[in-house]
């Protein structure tokens, strides 16, 4: 169970890794005012999302449900963290959505939604590690 703990994790990792990165290049191409940054955006923001992203997401998820299967924990704790990734998966598919927007150049928000926007992933993984590891309920 510690190598899927472990996979749990990496994985986890690696999808907050995205969605650090992914606003904040989203702020860097709302203020871009050139074609050629825009198109490079968009081929970063693109891999980005899909490439390391979505099957970090995927990964931490199933990961997460095999230890959960594994282990049979529950919990005050558990139950608001697993509110949290849920949060979490519709603020993902929130970003693709405004992938999808730069990609056929329809955004209409300002680099400075987007500085405010990435924020959110910060709070929520400071909230569950909180939760997980001091288990106040």
């Known amino acids: 169970m510690l190598w899927v703990k472990a996979g749990h994790i990496i994985f986890m990792v690696t999808w907050f890794a995205g969605m650090f990165y992914l606003p904040r290049l989203f702020v860097y191409h709302a203020m871009s005012d050139d074609q050629i940054s825009h198109e490079r955006f968009k081929i970063m923001e693109r891999k980005l999302y899909y ?9 931490t998820i199933i990961f997460g449900l095999w230890l959960w299967l594994g282990y049979g924990i529950s919990g005050g ?14 603020y993902h598919i929130y970003c693709g959505k405004l992938l999808l927007d730069f990609k056929h150049n329809r955004n209409r928000h300002s680099h400075i939604y987007y500085r405010w926007f990435n924020e959110a992933p910060v709070i929520a993984l400071i909230a569950i590690i ?8």
Do not use: C, N
């Open 51 to 59: 490439g390391i992203m979505t099957p970090g997401g995927i990964l």
């Open 77 to 90: 704790w558990l139950y608001t963290k697993i509110a949290i990734v849920i949060a979490l998966v519709f």
């Open 130 to 137: 909180i939760l997980v590891e001091v288990k106040p309920f």
